[in-house]
């Protein structure tokens, strides 16, 4: 018996991102014994982006009373609030200001941050999960060093190009949205003072045809939040249909880059682009900002939604379930849940298999509503061109706005 009152299962975890880290160390507190398989040899490193925080993101640091990475790199609080949402027109002119409550971090420092509250001798680096095979007791976690361990229970938190749900639910299809994400941080201090005021305390949008550009500031070097040693953080939607998209994700050597095309590899001509198109459509303080990028990167949209979570003692959480087109802002945080969900439901220490089936049922209600309406809005910005500044149906949320 664990400390919480129930039997303690063996635990595997495919995948030790946000998704697989947050279930890791719930599933750990609970008295399970879990360990965290992540195929990447050193530990991760970020897209050098900011994500937004939504309450079930940093759930783990408010509930233990400490704000997100309290005590990490002499930080007080490495996620920043800004409590305002401005849409501006071409011209620089603010259209639609709205007071918000809304917090960002960068990806590094909350996955940093996480890591550091697991056992490090519950996180295995190099391990590579390339099979699972139903086993009378549970299930068997095969690795691609030829390794195979036995569990109770396999989380699959290994990403949208999932290894495991490529086994478990392989007619699950990954379909590419029409569109990219050019994303890139700046340095504060690398902007003309007038420009770098409009993002002090401001998420800033601008609504273009068929596109829209939104930045707001993360953390800077040393996770530092003080106005003006912060980051600038730019995500700029832009369609690109099938045949143009292929050649977009070939990098600059050659290569293809099926989902994400990291900074320093696209081609020059694609990224003369970019800016030219900042000189001609852009408000001026995102054109200062996206022309002071040096390496600007690229996110490929997908919708990939699994039907069933579940199968036999394989769970799928994350972005290996449902991968969420950006606009609500809750992909890590539908990550987070998923496994704080896992907590509760395992929490009750009844039949394994039963509280599995109770999770499942309530998570892809969730992820199904999340989904629906983030595709919608990816929809009426980037085809249908009905986006409007202002529309607080935009307001970033998991369960609703603002949480
Ligand atoms: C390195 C990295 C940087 C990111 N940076 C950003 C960012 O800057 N901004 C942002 O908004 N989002 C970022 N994301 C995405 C964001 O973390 C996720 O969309 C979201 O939090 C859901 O997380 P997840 O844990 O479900 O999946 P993911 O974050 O995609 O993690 C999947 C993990 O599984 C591992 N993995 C995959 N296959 C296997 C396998 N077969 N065996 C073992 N391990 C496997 C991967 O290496 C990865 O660590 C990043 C993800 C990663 C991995």
């Given amino acids: 018996m664990t400390s919480s009152g129930i039997n303690p299962l063996q635990i595997a975890i495919a995948g030790g991102s946000i998704g697989g880290l947050t279930a890791g160390i ?27 925080v939504l309450p079930m993101t940093e759930r783990y640091f408010t509930e233990r009373g400490s704000a997100l990475g309290e005590g990490q790199a002499g930080a007080a609080d490495v996620a920043l609030t800004l409590t305002n949402w401005s849409y501006v027109d071409e011209s620089g002119a603010i259209v639609d200001e709205a007071a918000t ?33 139903p086993t009378a007791e549970g299930v068997a976690v095969q690795f691609e060093h030829g390794e195979s361990r036995d569990c109770d229970l396999l989380v699959a938190a290994d990403g949208i190009a999932s290894t495991v749900r490529s ?39 601008q609504v273009l045809n068929h596109a829209h550009i939104l930045a707001y500031a993360i953390p800077g070097p040393g996770d530092s939040i003080i106005p003006g040693e912060r980051a600038l953080n730019f995500v700029w939607y832009r369609n690109a249909p099938g045949p ?80 969420l087109r950006p606009h609500v802002a809750a992909g890590t945080a539908k990550a987070c ?18 509280s ?23 929809e009426r910005a980037q085809f249908e061109s009905t986006m409007v500044p202002g529309d607080p149906e935009w307001r970033f949320g998991l369960f609703g706005p603002g949480n």
């Fill in 101 to 133: 409550y809304n917090r960002f971090t960068s990806w590094n420092t909350l996955y940093r941050a996480l890591l550091e509250v697991l056992p490090g001798d519950r996180y295995h680096l190099s391990h590579y999960v390339t099979g699972c095979v």
């Fill in 26 to 52: 719930l599933l750990h507190e609970l008295g399970h014994d879990v360990h965290i398989y992540e195929r990447s040899t050193n530990a991760l490193e970020g897209r050098g982006a900011g994500i937004v």
């Fill in 244 to 323: 143009e998209f292929e050649e977009l994700m070939v990098d600059r050597n050659g290569v293809h880059r099926p989902a994400t095309m990291p900074p320093g590899l696209a081609q020059d001509r694609f990224v003369a682009e970019l800016r030219q198109d900042a000189e001609r459509l852009l408000a001026p303080q995102l054109r200062e900002l996206v022309l002071a990028c040096e390496e600007p990167f690229i996110q490929a949209i997908f919708d990939m939604a699994a039907d069933q979570f579940v199968h036999g003692r394989v769970a799928l959480i994350g972005d290996a379930a449902t991968a």
């Fill in 337 to 354: 849940a998923d496994g704080w969900a896992l907590r509760d439901h395992l929490g009750m220490g009844g039949d394994l298999d039963a």
């Fill in 356 to 378: 599995l089936a109770e999770w499942e049922r309530q998570q892809l209600e969730l992820a199904q509503t999340v989904a629906g309406k983030s595709r919608r809005m990816g």
């Fill in 167 to 205: 086994i478990v639910s392989p007619h699950t299809t990954t379909d590419y949205a029409g569109y990219v994400a050019w994303r890139g941080t700046v340095l504060e201090s690398d902007l003309e003072p007038d420009t770098a005021a409009v993002f002090e305390d401001a998420m800033v949008y």
